[in-house]
């Protein structure tokens, strides 16, 4: 198998959203706000009643488009 099928069946790696704002040196209000647009939906999975996590790769990609 190519290395590049291989490299698409890896697992994503999700981080909390305090990860999220400090990469990209925002406040938190401002994180959960950018989170909350239906656009970054694919990139954000909910992990109980209350905590979500983010797809750091997928947000970005995302980010770069509707950020342009």
Do not use: C, H, W
């Amino acid at each position: 198998m190519p290395a590049t099928l291989l490299q698409q069946k890896a697992r994503a790696k999700y981080v909390t959203v305090k990860e999220f704002q400090d990469q990209y040196s925002m406040s938190k209000a401002q994180a959960y706000k950018i989170l909350a647009k239906k656009e970054l939906e694919p990139a954000v999975i909910k992990t109980g009643e209350k905590s979500i996590r983010v797809n750091l790769d997928k947000a970005f990609e995302i980010m770069q488009q509707i950020f342009k």
